[in-house]
T-cell receptor, first 115, second 111 residues
Framework: SAVISQKPSRDICQRGTSLTIQCQVD?????MFWYRQQPGQSLTLIAT?????????ESGFVIDKFPISRPNLTFSTLTVSNMSPEDSSIYLC????????????FGPGTRLTVL | KNQVEQSPQSLIILEGKNCTLQ??????????LRWYKQDTGRGPVSLTI?????NTKSNGRYTATLDADTKQSSLHITASQLSDSASYIC??????????FGTGTRLQVFP
């Protein structure tokens, strides 16, 4: 298994500002992902964080709005840029282990409120 | 369009009772189906994972079933506890990495 931590756990931000969320894993992982969970909704994949190269974004999500970094196999950041109230969500980091079959593990999430 | 639908949307039961949650999917090609438990304010935690060849899998008081022919799955919770109060999410994978999430069933267990 993998132990995943996220910082911050929650934040309240003003419209037009940006927030960077950090994801730290206790072991090297092959795949890292970022999800968004809007209030009352299920999880939606934002992007796959690729180590050493640009992230792969899902339809509806762009790099200018959600820049992602992954400098090594245990760490990634997601930035929510130029925030609006519609960005209020829980943002979750998840990982898939090399040789771990189909298992994906999720972090505790970052609850973001934009005023 | 690949979809995962769950029912009921919400469920209230008394402590000690059993319950069954349903999941129907239209995902193709199918790789595996997972059930996750998500406590309020927390990330999802995996309960079971089943490939198309598996009909049932248990994890303690949680038993998942899968009928790949009818594309249906269920999660049965036995002798519910207050700590079972959470959202239960059915997730179907097209391949080993891409997951399609259901909207979840919100379960509340009362004493």
């Amino acid at each position: 298994s993998a132990v995943i931590s996220q910082k911050p756990s929650r934040d309240i931000c003003q419209r037009g500002t940006s927030l960077t969320i950090q994801c730290q894993v206790d072991s090297q992982v092959t795949m890292m992902f970022w999800y968004r969970q809007q209030p009352g909704q299920s999880l939606t994949l934002i992007a796959t964080a690729n180590q050493g190269s640009e992230a792969t974004y899902e339809s509806g999500f762009v790099i200018d709005k959600f820049p992602i970094s992954r400098p090594n196999l245990t760490f990634s950041t997601l930035t929510v840029s130029n925030m609006s109230p519609e960005d209020s969500s829980i943002y979750l980091c998840s990982v898939a282990l090399a040789g771990g079959g189909y298992e994906q593990f999720f972090g505790p999430g970052t609850r973001l409120t934009v005023l | 369009k690949n979809q995962v639908e769950q029912s009921p949307q919400s469920l209230i039961i008394l402590e000690g009772k059993n319950c069954t949650l349903q999941c129907n999917y239209t995902v193709s090609p199918f790789s595996n189906l997972r059930w996750y438990k998500q406590d309020t304010g927390r990330g999802p935690v995996s309960l079971t994972i089943m490939t198309f060849s598996e009909n049932t899998k248990s994890n303690g008081r949680y038993t998942a079933t899968l009928d790949a022919d009818t594309k249906q799955s269920s999660l049965h919770i036995t002798a519910s506890q207050l700590s079972d109060s959470a959202s239960y999410i059915c997730v179907v994978s097209e391949n080993t990495d891409k997951l399609i999430f259901g909207t979840g069933t919100r379960l509340q267990v009362f004493p």
